[in-house]
């Protein structure tokens, strides 16, 4: 190989890295504009993750307050649930001392009807008491009606035979005092006395 042939070849070479390094500079500098647009990003990036960063703290915070408050709603609804079982047992107590008292209120309202039967038949037994002693009324009225006609005829038989026992009493009170005068006289004529009495 010639000289020239040798200088033409190292033109070729140093072209070559000529471009070559024109492309290494043009990628160096695309690389660079690409790792300041990605620092940018980065950064943008980081922003991002400290925000939320921030958020996660708001939120484990809020996390823990909402653990809180699901803790306290869990006492609640366990007391809930233990008040609700309580009322279920009164409420089946209650279940039982209803159907006891309905039992009780068929039971009265057995004997109710019984009773009620019981007052019937004593309504109509007294309505036929009634009926007949209507009937034994009306007749010891007849009865009372001829024992007052018969009371007002002894007492009319009574006032008669005291008018005569009354005009007896005066006859024979006037017979008495003419056998006492009669007595008189005649104890004077024993005793020499002639005068008679009128």
Request: glycine fraction near 4%.
């Amino acid at each position: 190989m010639t000289n020239a042939q040798r200088l033409d070849h190292v033109e070729d070479e140093l072209e070559t890295v000529k471009r070559l390094l024109v492309s290494t500079a043009s990628y160096a500098e695309s690389a660079n504009r690409r790792l300041d647009e990605l620092t940018i990003k980065q950064d943008r990036t980081q922003s991002h993750l400290d925000q939320i960063g921030v958020r996660v703290d708001q939120l484990t915070i809020k996390q823990d307050h909402t653990q809180s408050q699901l803790d306290e709603l869990t006492i609640k609804q366990d007391r809930t649930q233990s008040h609700l079982d309580q009322i279920g047992v009164r409420v089946d107590q209650l279940t039982i001392k209803q159907d006891h008292t309905q039992s009780q209120l068929d039971q009265i309202g057995s004997k109710v009807d019984q009773l009620s039967d019981q007052v019937d038949n004593f309504i109509i037994h007294t309505q036929r008491l009634f009926t007949k002693a209507g009937g034994e009324i009306e007749e010891t009225k007849a009865r009372t009606e001829r024992l007052e006609a018969l009371m007002l005829k002894l007492d009319r038989s009574f006032e008669e035979q005291k008018s005569q026992f009354q005009e007896f009493q005066l006859t024979t009170g006037a017979a008495l005092e003419r056998i006492d005068r009669i007595l008189d006289y005649l104890l004077r004529q024993q005793g020499g006395n002639p005068n008679l009495p009128s």
